[in-house]
């Protein structure tokens, strides 16, 4: 059974940082690229970065570039991501989420549930 268990999400002030991490079971990891994802309320979601599991490719959404910072530990299977310098427009629900293809732009197969990041003004 494919598993995304999301962590790390919380309440932090703006300019503040969080790491997320989302922990992967149930598929061949390296075959993967893992995918963040966010939506606010009210708010189609939207793409915030991905990373090549195999190679260690990323990309990132023009909105968090330079802010945050996507890595992959494939010895354990989870994907993190760092944010820095936090806006409140960062505020959503952050969801990661794994496929065979590589980039933002598609949906993915497998989701996870999804963890709440809240940044406040």
């Known amino acids: 059974e494919v598993q995304l268990v999301e962590s790390g999400g919380g309440l932090v002030q703006a300019g503040g940082s969080l790491r997320l991490s989302c922990a992967a079971s149930?598929?061949?990891?390296?075959?993967?690229?893992i995918g963040w994802f966010r939506q606010a309320p009210g708010k189609e979601r939207e793409g915030v970065s991905c990373?090549?599991?195999?190679?260690?490719?990323?990309y990132y959404a023009d909105s968090v570039k330079g802010r945050f910072t996507i890595s992959s530990d494939n010895a354990k299977n989870t994907v993190y991501l760092q944010m820095n310098s936090l806006k409140p427009e960062d505020t959503a629900v952050y969801y990661c989420?794994?496929?065979?293809?590589?980039?933002?732009?598609?949906?993915?197969?497998?989701w996870g549930q999804g963890t709440q990041v809240t940044v406040s003004s």
């Open positions: 990373i090549s599991s195999s190679d260690g490719s990323t």
């Open positions: 149930g598929f061949t990891f390296d075959d993967y690229a």
């Open positions: 989420a794994a496929d065979k293809y590589y980039g933002l732009g598609h949906v993915y197969d497998y």
